[in-house]
């Protein structure tokens, strides 16, 4: 399989007159190999006995979605001798008597900054760039203050808002800066097969603009446009499974829990309690929260109620009331995204009787207020109940916490 034309163009960026590459554009468009080959490649080919920057989300990530591949290439191996080390996420690059290091950094908060600090660095390379705080950006740049240093972002498109997008891709003679605007046709390594399943994981809305059609767009209108009534809403949709209760707990706010039949690859969702403190005037205590689960369940046996971690004290009476607790996956962005997935593939229908789950699908909006990508905190306890389940039982990966009996 050949180099795309965008492809070839990251690896000749290190032979033009610009200091900054940034990639930007749809997911799974190839940018990420290809700068860290052309990154490694020109580090070896200009310097000796310097030190570099590799930049994720966090280390662990950079380590996974940059180093690991990387070091797995055949390309590599054969051109370079390789050694990682974990004890400082360091990767030893040589080629006869020219040595290299290139140090692994994790760029998750505000905080993150202090942890590149102090270094001097001959070059930089940020993946994912826009999941970063600018001060960690900010002083991972400061680094290169060796003569010659260049510096390589990539990254998927986020808000228009964005400091990345401002300060950075507005900016590019400013910053003497080459960008590079990815597609998924960009990628010939890609079937048509794969490339179709990737813009199916996101049918509509905000995410499809990003990460399909690669677009710096701001987060408006509705968080699921495309739900109906007509594909997923239905009567008598249970099948065999596994039954669970997802709930997104609150007291003046309101506490939203749901029923739900689970195959393994599509779920039912066979009715729900919706409960607002505020609206009612009128307080319930855990204890009553404990019943109304069990009357949800009646006689069901549930695998596990899903429940965000922070009700500590309302797991703990799930406890004692003999059920099991699987802290939910909280990561809101996330979330939206496989919700969304499931209901355009399908997996995730509802029960007429659902009605607040279904009211809420119609209200549940984008902060268009917000700088930051962000639901409106209105008509979201179900839609949060709903994002709990997926993540964590569709999606998988909490913590399971047994107890003995159960119900």
Sequence with gaps: MG????????????????????????IRSGKTSFMTIGFIDDAMRRYKNQRFGICGKTVGSAIKNILMPYMTLRYANKKYELKWSRSDNTLTVRKGKRTNIFEVFGGKDESSFALIQGRTLAGLLVDEVALMPKSFVDQAVSRCSVDGSKIWFNCN???????????????????????????????????DAIRKRYENMYPSGVFRRRYILGEWCVADGLVYPFFSREKHVKENAVQLGKYYISVDYGVQNAFSAGLWCWDGKTAYRIAEWYYSGREKQVQLSNARYVEEIKKLAGDRKITAVIVDPSATAFIVELVQAGFRVQKAKNDVLNGIQRVGTALDQGRLSFSPQCADSIREFGLYSWDEKSTEDRPVKENDHAMDDIRYFVSTIMHGGATLHKVQGGI
């Design 3 to 26: 180099l795309s034309a965008k492809q070839k163009q990251i690896l000749a960026f290190p032979y033009t007159r610009y200091d900054v590459l940034i990639a930007d554009g749809a």
């Design 157 to 191: 498109p986020a808000s228009p808002e964005h400091f990345f997008y401002k300060e950075w891709i507005l900016k590019l003679r400013e910053k003497n800066a080459y960008r590079i605007h990815f597609l998924l046709e960009d990628n010939p390594s890609l079937s």
